[in-house]
Protein backbone atom coordinates (compact mmCIF):
# COMPACT_ATOMS: atom_id res chain seq x y z
CA UNK A 1 0.00 0.00 0.00
CA UNK A 2 1.62 3.32 -1.19
CA UNK A 3 1.52 6.44 1.20
CA UNK A 4 0.55 9.31 0.41
CA UNK A 5 2.50 12.73 1.70
CA UNK A 6 0.54 14.89 4.06
CA UNK A 7 -0.93 18.06 3.08
CA UNK A 8 1.24 19.86 5.47
CA UNK A 9 5.16 19.05 5.48
CA UNK A 10 7.38 19.66 8.84
CA UNK A 11 8.58 22.95 7.72
CA UNK A 12 4.81 23.85 7.89
CA UNK A 13 3.81 22.51 10.71
CA UNK A 14 7.19 24.48 12.29
CA UNK A 15 6.81 27.82 10.81
CA UNK A 16 3.10 27.95 12.00
CA UNK A 17 3.90 26.57 15.48
CA UNK A 18 7.03 29.21 16.51
CA UNK A 19 6.39 31.55 13.26
CA UNK A 20 9.82 31.08 12.03
CA UNK A 21 10.11 29.44 8.93
CA UNK A 22 13.26 27.16 9.30
CA UNK A 23 14.09 27.06 5.43
CA UNK A 24 15.06 30.44 5.46
CA UNK A 25 18.80 31.36 5.91
CA UNK A 26 19.23 34.22 8.29
CA UNK A 27 22.07 35.11 6.10
CA UNK A 28 21.07 35.78 3.05
CA UNK A 29 17.16 35.02 3.31
CA UNK A 30 17.45 32.43 0.53
CA UNK A 31 16.22 28.99 0.60
CA UNK A 32 17.55 26.03 2.31
CA UNK A 33 17.25 22.63 0.95
CA UNK A 34 17.06 19.67 2.99
CA UNK A 35 19.54 16.79 2.00
CA UNK A 36 19.02 13.98 3.83
CA UNK A 37 16.79 12.68 7.51
CA UNK A 38 19.10 11.02 9.91
CA UNK A 39 16.58 8.19 11.56
CA UNK A 40 19.20 5.93 13.00
CA UNK A 41 20.12 6.54 16.46
CA UNK A 42 23.66 4.89 15.16
CA UNK A 43 24.33 7.83 12.75
CA UNK A 44 23.26 10.42 14.64
CA UNK A 45 25.68 9.85 17.32
CA UNK A 46 28.39 9.53 15.30
CA UNK A 47 27.40 12.85 13.41
CA UNK A 48 27.48 14.68 16.81
CA UNK A 49 30.89 12.99 18.35
CA UNK A 50 32.45 14.04 14.97
CA UNK A 51 31.12 17.70 15.06
CA UNK A 52 32.50 17.40 18.92
CA UNK A 53 28.37 18.03 20.56
CA UNK A 54 27.05 16.52 23.21
CA UNK A 55 25.66 12.76 22.39
CA UNK A 56 23.39 12.54 25.64
CA UNK A 57 20.21 14.39 26.39
CA UNK A 58 19.66 16.93 28.67
CA UNK A 59 18.83 15.74 32.31
CA UNK A 60 15.85 16.88 33.38
CA UNK A 61 14.97 17.60 36.88
CA UNK A 62 11.74 17.13 38.62
CA UNK A 63 9.03 19.81 38.57
CA UNK A 64 8.74 21.38 42.06
CA UNK A 65 5.41 20.66 44.45
CA UNK A 66 2.49 23.32 44.29
CA UNK A 67 3.04 25.76 46.70
CA UNK A 68 0.92 24.34 50.05
CA UNK A 69 -1.53 26.96 51.82
CA UNK A 70 -0.95 28.05 55.35
CA UNK A 71 -4.20 26.73 56.56
CA UNK A 72 -2.92 23.07 55.63
Known sequence: MKQRPSGVDWAQV???T???DVLACVRCGGRRRLLAYV???GAVRA???HLGLPTA???LTPAP???QAAWC
Open 14 to 16: LSR
Open 18 to 20: FDF
Open 39 to 41: KQA
Open 47 to 49: ILE
Open 57 to 59: GAS
Open 65 to 67: APP
